[in-house]
């Protein structure tokens, strides 16, 4: 039913049309602007020589969702912490796409000897909080009117789960 892999260029338009449709229509991305398919390269280029995951979720011939981590910040002594994110296309929610490659990025990590994962995620976006939850991440912090998007103030909570 579910096959979880590692991104391939292949991949590259269907990732692009799922992260177009958060930015375009929710607060999952805090960007305004779609991307084009040499923004999405890019992404995927940099990703590879950082060593960094950007997993799909293959279902019913086609990725229906994808999954990454980089290291939470640019400084030597977060080295072994990863923010991490899932998106699943809008036609395929609801079918555990989402845990399927949350437990694969968290296994990752662990196998990487990462010590912490991060989520940063919009506080409006209660069932993203309770579906981290389920995966043992607790809340942390939360961050008011950090963020700006369809002319309104976003708020940021970010959990944490100790690999």
Request: hydrophobic share 35%; proline share 2%.
């Amino acid at each position: 039913m579910f096959t979880i892999r590692n991104a391939k260029e292949c991949d590259l338009p269907y990732i692009q049309e799922i992260m177009n449709d958060a930015v375009l229509n929710t607060t999952a991305i805090y960007d305004y602007h779609e991307r084009d398919g040499q923004y999405v390269k890019n992404w995927f280029d940099n990703m590879q020589k950082q060593s960094m995951p950007i997993l799909v979720c293959a279902y019913e011939g086609r990725c229906a969702g994808y999954g990454c981590y980089t290291i939470f910040r640019p400084k030597d002594g977060y080295r072994f912490c990863v923010e991490h994110s899932v998106y699943v296309h809008k036609d395929f929610r609801g079918k555990g796409i989402g845990a399927e490659l949350l437990n694969a990025l968290i296994e990752r990590a662990r196998s990487e000897n990462y010590h912490t994962m991060i989520a940063g995620i919009d506080a409006e976006n209660t069932f993203s909080i309770e579906f981290h939850k389920k995966y043992g991440f607790t809340e942390v912090g939360y961050l008011k009117e950090v963020g700006f998007k369809f002319d309104r103030w976003l708020d940021l909570v970010f959990m944490e789960k100790i690999l």
